[in-house]
C-alpha cells in the first residue's frame, strides 16, 4: 500500500506533530496551572475545604474515614468545591489528565476525517468514548 501522506522536515505526518505540540503546551499549561493553584492554597488567598493546619489530623486515617470526617466529596463531586483554595488544585490536575481527549478531538478526528481513513476515525471515537466513560464515573470504579 502506498503511503500518500505528507510529512514534514521531521518525517512525521502534521497530525502527529499537532497532537504533539498541543500535548506539550497542554502540558505546560497545566503544570504552570499546578504552581499557581499550589501557591493560592498554601498562601489561603482562598480559604480552603480543609485549613492547612488540620491536614496532619487526617494523614493517618485511611481513606474511606478521611472522606467521610473531613466532608469530602467522591467522584466528580470534587468540582462542587472548586471555589476551595485545596480543590482549585484539581483544575491543572484535569487538564492534564483531558489531554489525550483534546488532542483526539481537536488534531486526530479532523485529520482522519479529511484524509478518510474511516478506519481511524473509527479507532479514534472508538478511544474518546472509552476515555470520557472511564473519566465520567458511570463504571464506579475507583470510588471510595
Known sequence: ????????????????????????????LGIAIMLITYTIYLTEIIEPHIPLKDVPKYWSLPVHDYVHE?????????????????FVNFVGIALLAAMSIICFTAILLPAYIKQKNWIYVGIVVTEVLVLVLAASGILGAGEH
Open 1 to 28: 500500500m502506498e503511503n500518500n501522506k505528507k510529512r514534514t522536515a521531521i518525517g512525521a505526518p502534521p497530525e502527529q506533530v499537532g497532537y504533539a505540540n498541543i500535548v506539550s503546551y497542554g502540558a505546560w
Open 70 to 86: 473531613a466532608g469530602i466529596p467522591v467522584g466528580w463531586e470534587w468540582v462542587s468545591l472548586l471555589g476551595k483554595g485545596d
